[in-house]
């Protein structure tokens, strides 16, 4: 979502964001940063520059930070059980931070009253490729099942979540910390969310969509577990209900929003495997639940 130019020998990084990153979003985000360093975590923070912490660059808005040394971890069990203590972590930093913060334009977040609104347009983009077309059916029919099953945000713990958290965002430095990257979706959503969001990215880098009924499904528990330890919490019965459906609901976001892209057919076409893990959850949600 964002330009990242390495500035050496600085050690800085230029973050240049999209047109639609407002400033008044930016300065929030920035503070939110600095909050959590604050608290002891490792995350970028904004660089002053010209007296400012926002810059102009073109006619986009842009932010200097400096350059945390990291590696990506390779997906495995035991790295997601450490991505999941991680966030448990930085959930229970971002859950005291009192903050309002523009909603991002663009999120990897939709309900299934979004996805309803999205559907005809990604059908319309898609009528004249028959495989494409079976697929937008099939993502129809799963939007239906996801709305009988979801759970309302209004019964479910909310606060600033990160918003993408994967392997990729959750790093690891040289001496074996954890550094949080890329806060360019955080929001103040149902922290069920998140924890949803990273499940259902975490069974794809499994290679679990292309065997679920063969898919070791107790890890899942494993990384509730590792999340609630670090978070000092415990999910709520409200929360366990709706991880399923709310997992379900992170394939179905992708395949949806086929029609606003350069390849609608192409695109929904290749989701189609990571629309079958939506078709497996809301069909057999207790898995998630050990």
């Known amino acids: 979502m964002s330009l990242n130019a390495s500035l050496e020998p600085a050690g800085l990084v230029l973050r240049v964001h999209r047109p639609f990153v407002t400033r008044q979003r930016l300065l929030a985000v920035q503070e939110v940063r600095r909050r959590l360093a604050a608290r002891g975590l ?16 073109g006619r986009r808005w842009a932010e200097l930070e ?27 930093a971002m859950a ?17 009253g979004t996805l309803r609104r999205w559907l005809p347009i990604t059908e319309s983009a898609v009528r004249g490729d028959p495989e494409a077309a079976a697929a937008a059916r099939l993502l129809r029919e799963l939007t239906g099942r996801l709305r009988g ?59 679990g969509h292309l065997a679920l009924n063969r898919f070791d499904w107790t890890i899942i528990p494993q990384l509730v577990a590792a999340y609630e330890l670090a978070a000092d919490t415990v999910l709520t019965a409200a929360e366990r209900v709706a991880l399923a ?25 290749a989701e189609l495997p990571y629309m079958r893990l939506s078709e497996w959850l809301l069909a ?7």
């Not at 005291?96 to 299934?112: D, F, S």
């Open 149 to 207: 099953q979801w759970v309302s945000a209004s019964r479910l713990p909310v606060h600033l979540v990160h918003g993408d958290m994967h392997l990729s965002n959750v790093c690891r430095t040289p001496e074996g910390g954890t550094a949080y990257l890329d806060f360019g979706f955080l929001a103040r959503r149902p922290r069920i969310h998140e924890i949803a969001y990273s499940l259902s990215w975490s069974i794809f880098a499994l290679d």
């Open 66 to 92: 400096g350059f945390i040394p990291h590696e990506r971890p390779e997906p495995t069990p035991e790295t997601f059980v450490s991505m999941f203590a991680a966030m448990g972590t930085l959930h229970r």
């Open 96 to 112: 005291k931070i009192n903050l309002p913060v523009p909603r991002p334009l663009v999120a990897i977040y939709a309900p299934p």
């Open 284 to 290: 057999q949600p207790e898995a998630l639940l050990g």
């Open 245 to 269: 459906p709310y997992t379900a609901a992170a394939p179905l976001y992708h395949a949806a929003i086929a029609g606003f892209t350069n390849d609608p057919a192409g695109h929904l076409k």
């Open 42 to 57: 490792l995350v970028p923070v904004p660089i002053p520059h010209g007296g400012s912490t926002v810059l102009r660059c």
